[in-house]
Structure formats: structure tokens, C-alpha cells
């Protein structure tokens, strides 16, 4: 975003991100106009004035207030805010797994609001990885057979040496085999995050992904999510609890009250955890430029 485009109150990158700049962040006056979105030309996900409402009148609950956002392709971007911030409901309507009230949301050009549910199904199948805090593998199945099972329900065969590489990098060669039942939890994960990757898609969701594991385990799984943006130029999208977690990615968004409230370049652990921690104040309400 160029510097013209910002609001009074801004967190510049070119200078350390510090506790006063979350102090002036959460000292932002409501009813100052938000400033533009950060277009990004090469974006793999946009979404705009995106809004979700939960019931009608009195007991009506807006978990989303007209987001807008970029993703870049090729980056790794993390979502936090407190409980009930919206973070979940974001991520779920760029998946296409559930529906805004209002907005417009794309994934690699192609409008997500105008699909017919078949047509999204697709979409999901061919342009979309997931990995989850659960990690939902088939226990009937192999590690290999859960890792191929995407493109074995699309049809397709999976490019061998592509499949060779993900094994590689997870590790997972001499476990291929097992059953999930026969694996570690982090074992687990790895083979959920290959499962992922397989199909080559535009854009990997990760919703707790370490959620369910131990610190050393969970290291090694975002350590790989890392590489895949790394050396395989993979795009993903990360909402976590965990300011540690989110030090991996490139960018943080944070959500409060269904609305961004802050959008930051790489973050450490600290400057996370305070921004979090101020975010559970009364004053954080408008969107800040980076």
C-alpha cells in the first residue's frame, strides 16, 4: 500500500513494531474513514465486504462486518484475534465451506458466490487444500492411500514424482504402509499436510494445525508448511491461537469484533502476544494500514 494511502494512525514496516505502536493502534478513534485494502495484482484469494450474520433481528449475530482482503500467491499469512473474533469464519468462507451473507469472495478468479454447490464441490476438490486440528484420515485406509485420497476421488493419478517429493519431505517413507492407528499424532499431521499438497493446489487452509499437537511435533509440522511455501511456492492461509505458530508466516492479520483491525508483516512471538492481549480491550475497532 503506498504511504499516501495510510491512515493517521499507522505501523510502517521499515521501523520495529513495539508495544507503543499496539498502544496507538488500540487508541484509534471509531468513525475514522478505513483505509484502502491492500490490492495485491497477483492474488490467489480476494475477498470483499464480506459479511456473515447469524439470525435475524434482535438476536442477530454479525461474526463478520465487511472484510477485505488480499492474499498474495506464493506467501503465508496467519489470522488471529481473540475468542469470537471471526478468525474461523473468515478462513471457512474463503474455503468455500460456507456462504456469506453479503460480499464477494475468488479463489484463482473464479467468483465463490456465484457456484452452484456442485460446481464448488470442484472448485474445493481441484484448487483447495485443507488441513485441519483434527486430522480426519481415513482409519481404514493407508498413510499412502489417505495422502492420495483427493485426487483418487477426483479420477486422477497422482504425478509420481510430485508424490515423491511430499514423502520426501514429510518424512514418511518407511511409514507409508500404517494405518493412522499405527502412527503418532505428528505423523499423523504430516501425512494430513501431504494429503494437502498432493493435488497442487492454489491455496492450502490451515485451521489449528498443530492444535492437537506438542511443541517439538507441532514445530515440525509449520517447519514444514514453511518449506512448502518456501520451495514448492505453495500459498497458505493459517488461523491459530498460537503467537508462536504465527511467527512463521509472512504476514499476520488480526480480527476483532468481524473486522480486521490490524494487517502486519512478520511478527515475533512478543509482538504477537502483546498485540493479542491489547486487542482484548474495549478500544481496538478499526481496521490500521501496515
Known amino acids: 500500500m503506498n504511504p499516501t494511502q495510510q491512515t493517521q494512525v499507522r505501523v510502517t514496516t521499515d521501523l520495529p513494531f513495539t508495544t507503543d505502536d499496539i498502544g496507538l493502534v488500540l487508541a484509534a478513534a471509531d468513525g475514522r474513514p478505513a483505509p484502502r485494502p491492500r490490492d495485491v495484482d497477483d492474488a490467489v484469494v480476494r475477498a470483499r465486504r464480506v459479511t456473515k450474520r447469524y439470525g435475524k433481528g434482535d438476536v442477530a449475530v454479525d461474526a463478520l462486518r465487511g472484510a477485505t482482503v488480499d492474499f498474495e500467491r506464493g506467501r503465508f499469512t496467519a489470522i488471529m484475534g481473540p475468542s469470537g473474533s471471526g478468525k474461523s469464519t473468515l478462513m471457512h468462507i474463503l474455503a468455500g ?32 487444500g485443507f488441513i485441519f486440528q483434527s486430522f480426519n484420515l481415513l482409519p481404514m485406509l493407508s498413510a499412502s492411500e489417505n495422502l492420495t485420497l483427493p485426487l483418487t476421488i477426483a479420477g486422477r493419478k497422482p504425478d509420481r514424482r510430485w508424490y515423491g517429493a511430499l514423502v520426501d519431505r514429510v518424512g514418511l517413507g518407511d511409514r507409508l504402509a500404517h494405518r493412522p492407528s499405527e502412527l503418532s499424532g505428528g505423523q499423523q499431521q504430516r501425512v494430513a499436510v ?97
Request: glycine share 8%; charged share 35%.
Open 97 to 128: 465451506l460456507d456462504q456469506p451473507t453479503s460480499g464477494s469472495v475468488q479463489i484463482d478468479g473464479v467468483e465463490l458466490t456465484r457456484l452452484k454447490e456442485r460446481d464448488l464441490t470442484r472448485l474445493r476438490r481441484d484448487k483447495v
Open 194 to 290: 501431504a494429503r494437502a499438497l498432493v493435488s497442487k493446489p492454489a491455496v492450502l487452509f490451515a485451521d489449528e494445525p498443530t492444535g492437537n499437537l506438542d511443541s517439538r511435533t507441532g514445530h515440525e509440522v509449520l517447519s514444514l508448511l514453511r518449506r512448502s511455501v518456501d520451495e514448492f511456492g505453495q500459498t497458505i492461509v493459517m488461523v491459530t491461537h498460537d503467537p508462536g505458530a504465527a511467527t512463521v508466516a509472512d504476514r499476520v492479520l488480526f480480527l476483532k469484533d468481524g473486522e480486521i483491525v490490524l494487517d502486519h508483516d512478520r511478527m515475533g512471538r512478543d509482538e504477537i502476544f502483546d498485540t493479542i492481549k491489547g486487542l482484548e480491550g474495549p478500544n481496538a475497532h478499526r481496521e490500521v494500514a501496515r
